[in-house]
């Protein structure tokens, strides 16, 4: 009985003493913030000042903070009597993606992000995404940059460097926009064997240069035939960026020449096709 009676009276003094609870912002610790701020944390918990700490609910306020878009992880955790710890690990981007007429950050999961203002990155544009998109296609989507990446990248010659765009809209059909300091160069990379086909291209870049008037784009996914100049009639324009998302961009480390909208490549009299051994 004593026990019974004792145990009540801690849990009664425990739910209304003034010493259990939150009484300002100051009694929540963050750590793991860089690109999330603490005033979206802020956003989730702010409604529990004031509150009991042992009334708060830490497992749905761990839900809440992990559809924020930048956090991967969150712990949530109450330390007596007036404290609560939050613990958060950040999602790691891998590539810049047009939406629409601004420019995100994605994660290898295709979760997309709002750009950075703390830290400039360097990485392709990926066209062929969009939000309305279900987070299921935009992951298979950054399976296949994954490994376009990985490939390029194998026998240490980092070409995935050379990429200012990857266009995943088909991915029966990768195409690749090179960074080239003579003129961008569009090349279709298809669905597989990505390094062996780029190897081809920047084999031949320089003959290919000199024998043709202007080149454009590369249809690489033919064996023993490669397509100079294929699309006649000009790839689909993007969206035009908003001059506030092109400054985001420009300020998050995304090409100037990227940010540039190009007209559709006019139509040219015939495609030229070369065949190799």
């Excluded at 878009?69 to 007036?82: G, H, L, N």
């Excluded at 203002?117 to 279900?134: A, E």
Aim: some cysteine; aromatic content about 8%; glycine content about 6%.
């Amino acid at each position: 009985c004593i026990f019974a009676v004792g145990a009540s009276w801690l849990y009664h003094y425990g739910q209304h003493s003034w010493r259990f609870r939150l009484n300002s912002s100051d009694d929540i610790q963050m750590t793991g913030l860089s690109n999330v701020t603490r005033g979206q944390v802020m956003e989730v918990m702010g409604g529990d000042i004031g509150r009991n700490v042992f009334f708060i609910p830490l497992d749905e306020r761990q839900k809440q903070l992990q559809q924020i878009p930048w956090i991967e992880s969150a712990s949530v955790m109450r330390f007596a009597p007036d404290r609560i710890k939050i613990q958060i690990k950040e999602r790691t981007p891998i590539a810049f993606a047009q939406i629409g007429s601004k420019i995100m950050l994605v994660d290898s999961t295709g979760v997309l992000m709002e750009l950075s203002s703390k830290k400039k990155y360097s990485f392709p544009v990926i066209l062929g995404m969009s939000s309305s998109q279900p987070l299921s296609t935009r992951s298979a989507q950054m399976k296949i940059y994954s490994q376009v990446v990985h490939e390029l990248d194998s026998e240490g010659a980092h070409y995935s460097q050379e990429l200012s765009e990857v266009d995943l809209s088909d991915p029966e059909d990768v195409k690749v926009l090179t960074n080239d300091p003579d003129g961008e160069v569009l090349v279709h990379l298809g669905s597989a064997n990505y390094l062996d086909r780029y190897k081809i291209y920047v084999g031949h870049l320089r003959e290919w240069r000199q024998q043709f008037p202007k080149l454009e784009s590369v249809d690489l996914r033919y064996d023993r035939q490669i397509i100079v100049n294929p699309d006649l009639h000009g790839t689909p324009a993007q969206p035009a960026l908003t001059a506030k998302a092109v400054k985001a961009a420009l300020a998050a480390g995304v090409k100037p020449a990227i940010l540039v909208q190009h007209e559709p490549v006019k139509p040219k009299p015939a495609q030229q096709t070369v065949h190799i051994a």
